[in-house]
Each structure stands twice: as C-alpha cells, then as structure tokens.
C-alpha cells in the first residue's frame, strides 16, 4: 500500500515536498513515480525513480524544478517542488511498478499499486 501525503494551497514560486509511505512487500523490489492528474484532464507522468534511486526521470514540464527520491530506511519516496506554478494545480499520485523496477518507467501501465492522492493547489 502507498500513503501519500503533504499536499497544500501554495503559491507561486512557492517550494511544497510531497511524501509517500509505503507498507507491505519490500520497498527495495519496486521503482517508484508521481503522476498528477489536473481537473479535466487524464493522469501525467511527473517522475520516477528506480529501485535505488539511482536512475530518475522527470517529465519536461517539472524537470529543474521538481526532485524525485527515496529513503529506503523510511520507506518513502519524495517529490520536492519548487518553484511551483500555477498549471503545477492537480491531484499528485504516487505510484509503484514491480516490472520497472530495475529502471523505473514512463508507462501509466505498468504501475500496479497506487495511493490514493494529495491535492496541490497553486495560486498566482
């Protein structure tokens, strides 16, 4: 199971770091990802890390702004935002995928746990 958590109203330019616990299964055996889903519209790819954490992706649109990582003492991944924009507004999910996990991925697909989201809100 995945427990997000740290969502918030913000403004811009604002930093807000997101968190997500995970329980049962053995976190070290995933890749982990943040997908954000705005009102309206389908579900984004935001970033994901590997099983180490030491391979990461980021979309274009959060690259230089958002950091995805993981502590595999806590058993969480985080998402530093900073820098945050208005069109950043949306629902953040965290994701975890059994098949990537050597490289993490992309791919909406292959992520089969999912938490059940935290909302962030950035105001001009």
């Known amino acids: 199971q995945l427990q997000a958590s740290g969502g918030g109203l913000m403004q811009a330019g604002d930093s807000l770091r997101l968190s997500c616990v995970a329980s049962g299964g053995s976190f070290g055996d995933y890749a982990y990802a943040w997908f954000r889903q705005a009102p309206g519209k389908e579900r984004e790819f935001v970033a994901t890390a590997n099983w180490n954490g030491q391979r990461t992706d980021h979309s274009d649109s959060v690259v230089g702004r958002f950091t995805i990582s993981r502590d595999s003492t806590a058993k969480t991944v985080y998402l530093q935002m900073n820098s945050l924009k208005r069109e950043d507004t949306a629902v953040y999910y965290c994701?975890?995928?059994?098949?990537?996990?050597?490289?993490?991925?992309?791919?909406?697909?292959?992520?089969?746990?999912w938490g059940q989201g935290t909302l962030v809100t950035v105001s001009s």
């Open positions: 994701a975890a995928s059994r098949i990537a996990w050597a490289t993490g991925t992309r791919r909406i697909e292959e992520y089969g746990t």
